[in-house]
């Protein structure tokens, strides 16, 4: 199975072996499990033969489905327990300690590619710590009142857009569009890594200010993280296509989890420059 994207061919190969190894014990010829009556073989028949284990079950769009929306919950969740629970005077740690872990644990899961329930869950809490306190502080503390509402809204409705245009396939993930996207996300990245990094020793380039430049670095961000969700449809149909485990799964669900909330930082942040303006 050939694909443009070299992790899942990865993946993909794996899980053919996967899929080879799962059919019973098999060996060289003589050997338990290949013709002949197994010693203790788990799968018996009512022959005396080796039966082949069950299969590894391939990852489906159902099983992706589910799994986002668990992720989702959970992240809704932990924002409003937290958002309820920590003090007002907390909010700039709490969303500082999990921003930095939720970043630690994103990077681990996206470089390993471990498609491990347990941390991506960990992941969709610590998301949610950091959005409730994110959106608390947009909506307490500078006062932009149904902020968050309006940019959930706008969220949703972005990402459902997307997956209604890539549907019907008027955008695709072409060779050349996933090349492009992956250069720019990264660019993205190293510019908000480096604007972090001077506004920590005093210097205001005026990306995230309310300015002219603070717009349209807002819009391209909004317009990237848009764009992103194609590359992550693509992936999932290819997964699919190829069979790759279920348990993957909990791996593409977290490629849509990242989007969403970084789609929802953009816009919020979006919104509160145009009300400030009113």
């Avoid at 080879?20 to 098999?26: E, I, L, Q, S």
């Avoid at 589910?66 to 969303?95: F, Q």
Wanted: net charge positive; glycine share 10%.
């Amino acid at each position: 199975m050939k694909t443009s994207n070299p992790v899942l061919s990865r993946l993909g190969q794996a899980a053919e072996r996967e899929r080879a190894a799962g059919y019973g014990p098999y060996g060289p010829a003589g050997q338990p499990g290949y013709g002949q009556p197994a010693y203790g073989d788990p799968y018996p028949t009512a022959t005396g033969y080796p039966a082949a284990p069950p299969a590894v079950r391939p990852m489906t769009i159902d099983d992706v489905v589910v799994k986002t929306v668990t992720l989702l919950g959970i992240t809704g969740i932990s924002a409003v327990v937290a958002w309820n629970v920590i003090p007002t005077a907390l909010t700039g740690a709490a969303w500082m300690g999990a921003a930095l872990i939720g970043l630690v644990l994103g990077m681990v899961i996206s470089f390993m590619r471990m498609a491990n329930p347990a941390l991506v869950v960990t992941y969709a809490v610590i998301e949610g710590v950091f959005v409730g306190m994110v959106s608390k502080f947009f909506s307490d503390i500078l006062g932009y009142q149904g902020i968050v509402l309006q940019a959930v809204v706008a969220t949703f409705g972005v990402f459902f857009l997307m997956a209604a245009l890539y549907k019907a396939r008027v955008i695709r993930a072409t060779p050349k569009f996933t090349r492009a996207m992956i250069a720019i996300m990264g660019g993205l990245f190293a510019v908000m890594l480096i604007n972090l990094v001077l506004s920590l020793f005093g210097v205001n380039t005026g990306l995230r200010d309310n300015g002219p430049l603070g717009y349209i670095f807002s819009i391209v961000c909004i317009v990237v993280a848009s764009l992103s969700f194609i590359l992550n449809f693509n992936e999932i149909e290819e997964g699919v296509r190829m069979g790759l485990p279920q348990r993957y799964s909990w791996t593409a669900a977290f490629g849509i989890l990242v989007g969403l909330v970084w789609l929802y930082l953009e816009i919020l942040r979006l919104l509160a420059f145009l009300q400030s303006d009113d």
